[in-house]
């Protein structure tokens, strides 16, 4: 069974900075595009970030260019996501979704972690 | 703003049929896959369609998708009270080199 499990999450002050960590299991974690997506209280899905199979390709929405990074470790089987410079706009959900199909079809979600911007 | 632009709502009967549609450009829908996502309340999104029209396993054939140029649409057929939920369209933009949503449909079925 595929499993994404993601932590990290918490308060943070304006300014600070938070890295998400997510556990792959189920399946083989170093064949698949993986890809943050954000969901803030009330409202819609954001994709945030990809990065390719082997880590060698990485994408960023433009209102986290500069501040996030995406990596990957596969021998650990683990989707990182680390935030800077965290504003009150960056508040929400934070899922690791697993890209199986092309064009950003995503067929597995985890449950999310929850960053609160506030000081 | 969302790249992809959907009706806020709709709303059918139970037995009807209902379509979301939603619209993009060249950029995304023109040139890339759709996939389709339902969201029931507190829950996280699940994939319905993938790749314009294909199914996932477990997704019950009353969901079908299709694409014209650059928009797409999501038909429900025999609406059930289950299936009130937000509906999101999603694909890769070949100018931004990121993925994108449309901002979700929320769908009553009265």
């Known amino acids: 069974e595929v499993q994404l499990v993601e932590s990290g999450g918490g308060l943070v002050q304006p300014g600070g900075s938070l890295r998400l960590s997510c556990a792959a299991s189920?399946?083989?974690?170093?064949?698949?595009?993986m890809t943050w997506v954000r969901q803030a209280p009330g409202k819609g899905l954001e994709w945030v970030a990809n990065?390719?199979?082997?880590?060698?390709?990485?994408n960023y929405v433009d209102s986290v260019k500069g501040r996030f990074t995406i990596s990957r470790d596969n021998a650990k089987n683990s989707l990182y996501l680390q935030m800077n410079s965290l504003s009150a706009e960056d508040t929400a959900m934070y899922h690791c979704?697993?890209?199986?199909?092309?064009?950003?079809?995503?067929?597995?979600w985890g449950q999310g972690t929850l960053v609160t911007v506030s000081s | 703003q969302s790249v992809l632009t959907q009706p806020p709502s709709v709303s059918a009967a139970p037995g009807q049929k209902v379509t979301i549609s939603c619209s993009g450009s060249?950029?995304?829908?023109?040139?890339?896959?759709v996939s389709w996502y339902q969201q029931l309340p507190g829950t996280v999104p699940k994939l319905l369609i993938y790749?314009?029209?294909k199914r996932p396993s477990g997704i019950p054939d009353r969901f079908s998708g299709s694409k014209s140029g650059t928009s797409a649409t999501l038909g429900i057929t025999g609406l059930q009270t289950g299936d009130e939920a937000d509906y999101y369209c999603?694909?890769?933009?070949?100018?931004?080199?990121?993925?994108?949503f449309g901002g979700g449909t929320k769908l009553t079925v009265l």
């Open positions: 060249s950029s995304n829908i023109g040139n890339n896959y």
């Open positions: 999603g694909t890769s933009d070949s100018s931004l080199s990121a993925g994108v």
């Open positions: 790749e314009n029209n």
């Open positions: 990065i390719k199979q082997d880590g060698s390709k990485k």
């Open positions: 189920g399946f083989t974690f170093s064949s698949y595009w």
């Open positions: 979704v697993r890209a199986a199909y092309s064009d950003e079809g995503f067929d597995h």
